[in-house]
């Protein structure tokens, strides 16, 4: 009784400080975090947060571009952030500020020091696969066991052409599904070889007939209502529509498969705007997102990886033990991760997947 | 005293704008005229020439992702224009055929909707007065709820097994659910679910309007109720109905929610063209550029078209 008289004190306290300790601004991705980590940040530290989301790279870049977006704390992927930042977008990340930046595994930040040099401007806030999602089901009734799980389910006409009737859906991110096409094809995922390019483009075009639709969050709830059948999917979406579909109980499963062949492992990076309206606050954010309890919270909530080692005994046991959040040593090494393209190169991207998606 | 009062800036407000208004030469019809032009000024042209503005510049990594038009160098002012981004526009077929793509949904868009709401516009022009302030509501009221809900609501209904599928497999029409969404079709059925409301309202201003004993007349002399209607009815209406076409057609054509939603992938329309320089390519100029001639392709038709018909009504 004590105990929940003093947590109310506390949210009483938090709640009358809202004001003297100012406002936040949070541009997110779209299931994102945990259910109560902005409530818990806003007791505790007694700031008043904005939370808003979105659910491309590029909407948020052409933000980033404009300026003067009012947002405190902002989550590009790492290799969007390394451009943004050769613009002269964000603010150099005060580490000194951060207590809780030991936190973070020094791997990861060395892989991310690459594009972000020093991890100058921004701290990662999750890790995610791109793979395949898929209704169990509706699967083995129609492809050989063998196939469940490889690239073979998009990129083999042949067996896209059994799974058609059922509905695939593809991300319509060209640079994330170009860079797996190169890959199943054996080139260079970062390749921007024209010639590459052209065998990736006729690749994909060979099996457009059966792909039902290209987009970036909609196979979410499709795959757990079974409107389709395999998308290729951000791994944490996909488990989140696992999740959907058991609760649904409508006969519908949903598993996640980092296809054999390899897929591609991408971080989302807390960033700070240098024109942020409330600085100080978005480092006490990302610092607050840097406890282990935190991390681990919204980590098992969303079902993605977090970067934070710290956060890894208060992960639960089914997602730190599940291999499509946490991947295998063997998985680990097949993946690979995306480094940003040239202006002329996305031109080129841009045109072919507009080729590939309307045949013009 | 007063007068001094007046003197040391004491008036309300009002009158004191007014007098300031009056000092530089804007008194009655000029100030009601001036608002406008200012708010179009403000609202119009200006958008328009910072679009054309970007449109002629080059694209960069910086913030605002492209190159400024002019800078100072040592007391001279350069300025760099690059009409390049114009000549790529008809280097790849691609931005052409989007044009006509959405041009042509929006054209049968159009006329589909002008079919559905001219006889409704008819109806509820002729209905009783109580009951056509109902009917107006009832055209009226989906406003009430916002427009992307009610796309979304459309994907409930055309989905695969959405609303629609489910009731015709029940009752045994089919068996397979139809593919409705992300075709064409659905693009159709939602601009003309959504714009409907603006072709019928300035079809019933102009149908309400109608003089009734014109049809009388007409029947007198012997005419049958279709020849009143294509002679009489229909010719009467036509500025309703150009208002009516122009106010589906012009938003049509630019359409970006719509087709994205319930559109399929090989749906090109001019929108997503725009969404992909803007957006994938951060090619701001380009956009620009393929903004400006959308204008273009689409205001010179208009302007022709409202200069013969005021010379049409001068000559009649």
């Known amino acids: 009784m004590k105990k929940i008289m003093m947590t109310c004190a506390a949210v009483a306290l938090g709640a009358g400080g809202a004001l003297a300790e100012g406002e936040l601004n949070v541009y997110n991705w779209s299931d994102y975090i945990a259910e109560d980590t902005i409530a818990n940040f806003e007791a505790e530290t007694g700031i008043k947060v904005n939370y808003d989301v979105f659910d491309s790279n590029e909407v948020l870049e052409a933000k980033m571009l404009t300026g003067s977006s009012g947002y405190d704390v902002v989550v590009p992927s790492i290799e969007f952030m390394a451009r943004q930042a050769q613009a002269g977008v964000f603010a150099k990340i005060d580490k000194d500020a951060l207590s809780n930046y030991g936190n973070l595994d020094p791997q990861i930040l060395k892989i991310l020091a690459v594009n972000d040099p020093d991890n100058t401007h921004g701290v990662p806030y999750m890790m995610f696969t791109t793979g395949l999602g898929y209704n169990v089901k509706a699967v083995e009734e129609r492809i050989d066991a063998e196939k469940i799980g490889s690239w073979d389910m998009v990129f083999d006409p042949e067996t896209a052409a059994k799974l058609a009737d059922c509905g695939i859906a593809v991300l319509d991110s060209p640079s994330e599904i170009m860079a797996p096409a190169l890959n199943y094809l054996g080139l260079d995922p970062n390749s921007e070889d024209k010639a590459d390019l052209e065998k990736a483009t006729d690749l994909l075009l060979s099996v457009r007939p059966h792909i039902r639709y290209f987009h970036s969050s909609q196979y979410i709830n499709d795959l757990a209502n079974g409107d389709i059948c395999v998308s290729v999917g951000y791994s944490g979406d996909v488990l989140q529509a696992r999740d959907r579909a058991a609760e649904a109980n409508q006969g519908v499963e949903v598993a996640y498969a980092i296809p054999k062949e390899g897929g591609q492992v991408g971080f989302d990076m807390l960033a700070i705007p240098d024109d942020a309206p409330n600085a100080e606050n978005a480092l006490k954010f990302i610092d607050y997102i840097l406890k282990p309890e935190i991390a681990a919270a919204v980590t098992n909530y969303v079902y993605y990886a977090n970067p934070n080692t710290a956060a890894t005994e208060f992960v639960d046991d089914e997602v730190r033990n599940d291999p499509g959040i946490y991947p295998s040593k063997e998985v680990q090494a097949n993946l690979f991760s995306l480094r940003p393209h040239t202006p002329r190169y996305d031109r080129s991207l841009t045109r072919a997947w507009t080729t590939i998606k309307t045949g013009q | ?316």
């Open chain 2, 1 to 316: 005293m007063s007068q001094e009062e007046t003197l040391n800036g004491k008036l309300p407000g009002g009158a004191f704008l007014g007098r300031a208004l009056h000092r530089i030469g804007l008194r009655g019809r000029g100030l009601v005229i001036a608002i406008p032009v200012l708010w179009l000024f403000l609202f119009f042209l200006l958008p328009f020439l910072v679009v054309a503005k970007i449109s002629l510049s080059e694209a960069a990594i910086a913030r605002p992702p492209y190159l400024p038009l002019w800078n100072w160098d040592d007391g001279f002012l350069n300025i760099t224009l690059n009409f390049g981004n114009y000549l790529f526009l008809f280097d790849d077929p691609l931005y052409l055929s989007a044009y006509i793509e959405s041009v042509k949904i929006a054209a049968v868009s159009t006329v589909i909707t002008l079919l559905v709401g001219y006889p409704m516009a008819y109806l509820i022009a002729r209905a009783a007065p109580d009951t056509r302030n109902i009917l107006l509501m009832l055209v009226i009221l989906p406003f009430w709820t916002s427009f992307l809900l009610r796309v979304y609501a459309w994907i409930g209904f055309l989905k695969g097994n959405g609303i629609i599928n489910n009731i015709l497999m029940k009752i045994g029409l089919i068996n397979e659910p139809l593919v409705m969404l992300q075709t064409d079709f659905a693009v159709y059925i939602g601009i003309v679910y959504t714009y409907l409301p603006f072709m019928i309202l300035p079809l019933f201003a102009n149908l309400v309007k109608l003089d009734q004993s014109y049809l009388e007349a007409s029947a007198d002399l012997g005419a049958r109720p279709v020849t009143t209607f294509f002679t009489v009815t229909l010719p009467l209406s036509a500025s309703g109905i150009i208002a009516g076409c122009m106010l589906v057609f012009i938003p049509a054509v630019g359409e970006f929610v719509i087709p994205a939603l319930l559109g399929g992938p090989d749906t090109l329309m001019i929108g997503r063209v725009l969404w992909n320089e803007f957006f994938s390519n951060r090619d701001w100029p380009i956009a620009s550029a393929v903004a400006i001639v959308m204008l273009v392709v689409l205001v010179i038709p208009i302007m022709l078209l409202r200069k013969a018909q005021a010379a049409e009504a001068e000559v009649q």
